[in-house]
């Protein structure tokens, strides 16, 4: 499989439906391990860079991640941070193998899907390749995009950038109507809805870390219902079959 997208051939007269997966707690469960670590690896890198304490720090990797859909994006908007670093810092688990969990029929979920399977993620290249091939969905999607992809005139514009979405759309030649995008985040879906998408909200996993703290009752959480932005709120990949 190749790391980047690629065109459609000309000779294809029919489009396929094209899924655009987000990676983590789409694809697997990242609120397990991966996410407590990453926010305080990304909490430790506020607190170094900025020279805050760790309360301040907590502070505004999340007032960061609900203003702008991303931590890094905050950091780089408003404290000139460089991606390049804090992705280094941020993603570098030594241990990711044992951080990862997912469900073996997910797996199969996507293998039966039928259409072009591309995981677009805010991640670093480096990190998202492993997961894929740790979690043996290497083979199954044929596309990777990832952070580092993400650039236009010079700058980073990860998801929700709207503008981004459609540079990738217009390189490859996709059509708005023929794509989904499959995330958790409902902003990024949001976004994706604006320029045509349409969009299957996840939330298999974000509801299984709720259940793991029993503090938050569920009717909190905004993981209920289904915003009239997206076309289906699904608990499995196997229910994508429906949107074809």
């Not at 020279?51 to 301040?56: I, M, W």
């Not at 990777?144 to 929700?160: C, G, T």
């Not at 540079?167 to 902003?187: F, I, K, Y």
Request: charged share 30%; hydrophobic share 45%; net charge positive.
């Amino acid at each position: 499989m190749a790391d980047t997208f690629m065109p459609f051939s000309s000779l294809q007269t029919r489009p396929q439906t094209v899924w655009l997966l987000d990676l983590d707690n789409t694809l697997h469960d990242a609120s397990w391990r991966v996410f407590p670590l990453m926010n305080a690896e990304m909490t430790a890198f506020i607190e170094r860079h900025l020279g805050v304490e760790r309360e301040e720090a907590n502070r505004i990797r999340a007032h960061f991640w609900q203003r702008y859909g991303a931590t890094l994006l905050g950091l780089m908007h408003e404290h000139g941070v460089d991606a390049a670093q804090f992705l280094r810092e941020t993603h570098d688990f030594p241990h990711l193998p044992r951080m990862l969990r997912c469900d073996g029929s997910e797996r199969a979920a996507l293998a039966r899907l039928p259409g072009r399977k591309l995981v677009l993620t805010n991640a670093p290249r480096d990190y998202a390749r492993r997961v894929l091939k740790h979690l043996r969905f290497w083979p199954l999607v044929d596309g990777l995009l990832a952070v580092e992809d993400m650039a236009m005139f010079h700058r980073l514009r990860p998801k929700p950038d709207a503008r981004m979405l459609r540079h990738v759309l217009a390189r490859n030649r996709l059509r708005p109507a023929q794509c989904v995008l499959v995330e958790d985040t409902p902003g990024h879906l949001q976004a994706a809805r604006r320029i045509g998408l349409r969009g299957a909200w996840m939330v298999r996993y974000a509801r299984r870390a709720v259940r793991r703290r029993r503090d938050l009752p569920m009717e909190r959480t905004g993981l209920h219902g289904r915003p009239d932005f997206v076309a289906a709120r699904i608990r499995s990949l196997n229910e994508l079959r429906r949107l074809i």
